[in-house]
């Protein structure tokens, strides 16, 4: 058993830092205070053509796998940056490589690795379902040439960035199925046909994450917008969400190791009582610890990674690794802010922007509460909980 990267994941490793290096804490501050989305930092991970780590090379992707995508989004955010504003299309378009026809994947696949399409959006909660997904009644009623949309989605991302989205709808209402899960489906919305059918209207959040309510009302799609089979969304969109854990979880990665190196450059050169607060045990066993929590959950996102790329069951490692990694992100927040005193909350600093975006992986885009009742019946065998099907 080798723990250890290749030279070529060690590599891309550095070259996404090389991209990465071009766009520092300014750059982030400034959107983060603006509220406006990293134009130029997608642009530039397009152009490199690392958004399309997991586009099969004949499609025009880089064909990689699960463990470089992580590697990849592990670096965005251990460099200061937030892999939020892309990372979406790492995982969404998963649904249509592995759901789509081969039509679909001729047709969008290409353009979505060139970067000149965005597939960024990904319409799945409801005000009213939660985390319940098939209590959604968002409604695609079958017309003879296509379908019929209307319904409400909320805590839609980046729909303003995105020129394609994936929408999860009821085919068949809950209650003409047998199995609650059954009869949802899912469709690939080309967001510039949509026009008014879509009236989108952002909600502000702690976080610069360009996220929205959706109001969809007599949405016209065509046959051929529905990806895979119809009635089966619910399970092709779980299939994506080990790959979504995986690479959320690698996120936190990165952005425990910014929190981390923050905290120890800080305690090494803050000299109080004539010494640096470094020395001090209780400044730096917060940050061994906290240390030692992110190497764990690192070492249990690769091994989530490894098993995804061996098309071997991954969901026990995957909700593992999503909820230690935004955990430690958490601690190691936590330390960052306990270690720099009132420095921490000064903006410049820019503990505190990445204190609000670590918060958010506790909740999305599965609270850790789901995860670990995912982990107690479908990996332990406890009693069921809760009246859904599986996550993971
Ligand atoms: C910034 C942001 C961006 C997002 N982007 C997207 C997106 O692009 N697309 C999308 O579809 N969704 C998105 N989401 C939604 C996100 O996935 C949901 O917020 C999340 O899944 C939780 O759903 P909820 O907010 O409805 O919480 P609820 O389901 O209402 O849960 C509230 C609380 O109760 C707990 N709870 C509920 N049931 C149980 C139970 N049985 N046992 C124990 N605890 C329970 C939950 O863990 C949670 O702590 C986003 C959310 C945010 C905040």
């Known amino acids: 058993m080798d723990f250890a990267l290749t030279a070529e994941q060690e590599e891309l490793r550095r070259a ?79 649904a249509l490589v592995r759901h789509g026809s081969e039509e679909q994947k001729r047709r969008y696949l290409p353009e979505i690795a060139s970067g000149r399409l965005r597939l960024q959006s990904m319409a799945v909660t409801e005000p009213q379902a939660g985390s319940d997904t098939a209590r ?11 379908y019929l949309l209307n319904g409400q ?19 068949t209402p809950i209650d003409r199925v047998i199995k609650k899960t059954d009869g949802m489906s899912l469709f690939l919305v080309d967001l510039h046909r949509a026009g008014s059918s879509i009236e989108v209207r952002p909600i502000e959040t702690m976080v610069n994450h360009e996220t929205n309510s959706l109001f969809i009302n007599d949405l016209a799609l065509p046959a051929e917008a529905l990806v895979g089979e119809e009635g089966s969304g619910f399970r092709q969109v779980l299939d994506g969400l080990n790959a979504e854990r995986i690479l959320i979880a690698s996120e936190s990665v990165g952005d425990a190791r910014w929190f981390l190196q923050q905290s120890i450059s800080y305690a090494k050169e803050r000299v ?34 490894a098993s995804f790329d061996a098309g071997k069951p991954s969901g026990a490692e995957a909700n593992t690794a999503k909820l230690l990694a935004s955990e430690a992100a958490w601690e190691a927040a936590e330390v960052a802010m306990t ?54």
């Open 136 to 146: 959604i009644t968002t409604f695609a009623r079958k017309e003879s040439d296509g």
């Open 16 to 94: 996404v830092a090389t991209v990465c290096e071009k766009f520092a804490e300014p750059y982030w501050q400034r959107l983060d205070r603006e509220k406006r989305y990293p134009e130029e930092f997608v642009r530039a991970l397009s152009e490199g053509g690392w958004l399309a780590a997991l586009i099969p090379t004949e499609y025009g992707g880089a064909g990689l796998g699960m463990i470089e995508a992580s590697l990849i989004l592990e670096e965005i955010n251990a460099s200061g940056g937030n892999g939020a504003a892309c990372h979406a299309v790492m995982y969404t378009m998963g």
């Open 339 to 392: 270690t720099h005193g009132g420095s921490g909350m000064t903006v410049e600093a820019g503990i505190e922007r990445k204190f609000r975006e670590a918060r958010l992986y506790l909740v999305a885009p599965v609270t850790n509460n789901l995860v670990m009742a995912y982990v107690a019946e479908h990996v332990l065998g406890l009693p069921r909980s809760y009246g859904m099907e599986g996550i993971g």
């Open 272 to 305: 109080v009582f004539g010494r640096p607060i470094g020395a001090n045990q209780g400044i730096q066993f917060p940050i061994a610890r906290a240390f030692m929590h992110t190497q764990a959950a690192s070492l249990m996102r690769l091994r989530a990674a």
């Open 153 to 171: 989605k909320v805590f839609t991302s980046r729909v303003q960035h995105s020129d394609l989205m994936l929408v999860l709808a009821r085919t």
